[in-house]
């Protein structure tokens, strides 16, 4: 019984990071309507951000986070600004929209694996890593702190999309971008603003990530996690892609445990496949066929 | 010719066969493949078991590669197809990763992540430019047909194309059949060429490869995966120095050639009779204007 707590608390945990990663890639999609592959460069770099403040510069820890996470978020607008908006401005097929996020994340992984090196690193000890004992249940600290930092910076992003004016037009924008301009809602500056905060909750995803593992480029095959999540939840939805990454690290921690971690992605993608043959629109999405 | 140029022409041969598979999805029906190295490795492993534990013919063990990776596309291909664009391609990424996992770890039949050694090197330079041959003359073919046209007319505009009765699903699942199929060809030859496989000739980088020859050539255009196979095939292999900085070097092309000419080198020019006679009589004009 008390494996089974620990294991439910250990997959909510990863859970939440992978949601992190998750409603980022969510909110982009929800917006330009294309699977942005470049998601997982970002978060790979945002988590080299805060390793290098870390080791290099010897930030303390509540100044590194802020930092790797801005960075992420700057360097996402940047990808958007060289990337994506030349692409946009033309009204280009959504297609090639993703592949421009192909190329753009192939250069940036090869680029750090040119520079920085192809190997794993590991992170300074941030938290102590003495874990929590309740009783003869003993819960990895960590794992706890991962997942208050997470659901903090969750009911931060829910309340700027769902609070705020600016989270407003993000919401106008998503559903007819061209209405929501007409309304006086600069639709460049969502997307600049949109891209920030996908960015920036990748580095924080990258950094809790790294904590918790390693860093090494190519760490952004996590964002694959992140797209199955969003699928099991529902493409572009963002209490979906939340629930479908719970549900997601639920399921791995499970499978890891009591089948063999070995196999532990494949129950992901054997997760994904089951959602979209029954119900293909996800848990929380609508159904979404190709639409001219 | 010497061995080394045999070799770089064998690779440029088994290369085509997965280019033109993925110029066909892509390029033609507008689906985005990002796990081809997943097909490459059913066919690769599938004709490998066969040659070696079960010492069956090379030609059958081919075939039997070419049927399993035709059989797995169908299986990815019937939940995802029906629903949007990026469904497919997220379950391609997670297909051929998923497949590399299986190999990695089932390790009776495939040697897990040492992979299987000494296989008999069957794929000679007539074996694989035939083939090339065969399978280019039999896309152009396609892509020039009735059926060709469906796709082209899917990938342009799908609800319009079903208004006027093409069966989009059916084409779509059929042009990743005949992908996977290319591919699993090319997994089978690449494997009794190398002499050896494993899983991580199969990775991720092996799809980013290929799909970026697809875009360098030109997406709509025969002729320009046929070019791109042969230059970015030979180029790293005479470049061996700037090996480290290639896969940078196609990322950042990747995206400039969506920003500034998504139709790829050769736009939908094809390299046939017509269009080079028509070729020539512009190049004339223009010189008889010089004089």
Redesign the interface.
């Known amino acids: 019984m008390s494996t089974f707590l620990q294991q439910i608390i250990n997959g909510i945990s990863i859970g939440s990071v992978y949601a992190l990663i998750a409603v980022g890639y969510s909110l982009v999609?929800s917006i330009l309507k294309?699977?942005n592959f470049a998601h997982g460069s970002v978060l790979m770099l945002g988590s080299y951000f805060g390793f290098f403040a870390l080791t290099l510069f010897k930030v303390p820890f509540w100044l590194a986070l802020p930092l790797a996470i801005i960075g992420a978020g700057i360097l996402a607008i940047i990808n958007e600004r060289?990337?994506y908006r030349?692409?946009r401005m033309r009204n280009?097929?959504?297609?090639?929209?993703?592949?421009?996020s192909?190329?753009?994340?192939?250069?940036?992984?090869?680029?750090t694996?040119?520079t920085i090196g192809p190997t794993f690193r590991t992170y300074p000890e941030v938290f102590p890593i003495a874990p929590f004992m309740l009783g003869d249940l003993s819960i990895g600290r960590l794992d706890v702190i991962i997942l208050i930092i997470a659901a903090v910076s969750m009911a931060l992003l829910t309340w700027i999309i769902y609070g705020t004016r600016i989270g407003n037009a993000i919401r106008a924008t998503s559903y007819n971008m061209r209405v929501a301009s007409l309304m006086g809602i600069n639709p460049d500056l969502v997307v600049g603003l949109v891209f920030f905060l996908a960015g920036a909750s990748a580095g924080l995803g990258g950094v809790l990530f790294g904590i918790k593992y390693t860093v090494w480029p190519q760490m952004g095959?996590l964002t694959?996690k992140a797209?199955?999540a969003a699928?099991v939840g529902g493409?572009g939805s963002l209490p979906g892609a939340v629930l479908g990454a719970v549900i997601l690290g639920v399921t791995e921690t499970f499978a890891a445990a009591f089948v063999s971690s070995?196999?532990r992605?494949?129950f992901?993608?054997a997760l994904?496949?089951v959602i979209?043959?029954i119900r293909?629109g996800g848990l929380l999405g609508t159904i979404?066929?190709?639409?001219? | 010719m010497s061995e080394y140029y045999v070799g770089i022409l064998i690779l440029i041969c088994i290369n085509l066969l997965a280019v033109l598979g993925l110029s066909l999805l892509t390029g033609f029906t507008?689906l985005?493949n990002?796990g081809q190295a997943g097909f490459l490795a059913v066919g690769a492993y599938t004709a490998t078991i066969l040659t070696t534990q079960y010492k069956l013919p090379f030609a059958v063990a081919l075939l039997a590669g070419i049927l399993a990776s035709a059989l797995t596309s169908l299986v990815i291909g019937y939940?995802?197809l029906?629903?949007?664009?990026?469904?497919f391609?997220?379950?391609t990424?997670?297909?051929s990763?998923?497949v590399r996992?299986?190999v990695?770890?089932l390790e009776k039949l495939t040697g897990g992540s040492r992979g299987i050694p000494r296989i008999p090197t069957y794929t000679t330079l007539p074996v694989a430019l035939g083939t090339a041959i065969v399978a280019l003359w039999l896309v152009a073919n396609y892509v020039r047909s009735r059926h060709g046209r469906n796709c082209v007319a899917i990938r342009e505009?799908?609800?319009?194309a079903e208004s006027i009765g093409v069966n989009?699903f059916r084409y779509k699942q059929f042009s990743f059949a005949i992908n996977a199929m290319l591919a699993g060809l090319s997994g089978g030859l690449l494997a009794h060429y190398v002499g050896f496989i494993q899983p991580s000739m199969f990775s991720?980088i092996k799809s980013?490869e290929l799909?970026?020859m697809v875009?360098f050539g030109g997406m709509h255009s025969i002729t320009g995966a046929v070019f791109a196979a042969i230059t970015l095939t030979s180029l790293p292999e005479l470049l061996r120095a700037a090996q480290?900085?290639r896969?940078?070097v196609?990322?950042?092309?990747?995206?400039v050639?969506?920003?500034v000419r998504?139709e790829g080198l050769m736009g939908s020019w094809e390299l046939t009779p017509a269009n080079v006679k028509a070729l020539l009589t512009g190049f004339r004009a223009l010189w008889q204007e010089g004089e």
């Open positions: 999609y294309f699977s060289l990337a030349p692409i280009a097929p959504l297609l090639y929209l993703m592949i421009s192909l190329g753009a994340s192939i250069f940036l992984e090869n680029l694996i040119v095959i694959l797209f199955i699928v493409l070995a196999f992605d494949l992901s993608y994904m496949i979209i043959l293909p979404t066929e190709e639409k001219a | 507008g985005f990002f939940p995802t029906r629903l949007k664009g990026d469904y391609a997220i379950a990424l997670g297909f990763e998923a996992l299986l990695e770890n505009d799908e609800l319009a989009s991720l980013t799909i970026v875009i480290a900085w896969l940078v196609y990322g950042a092309l990747v995206v050639i969506m920003v998504p």
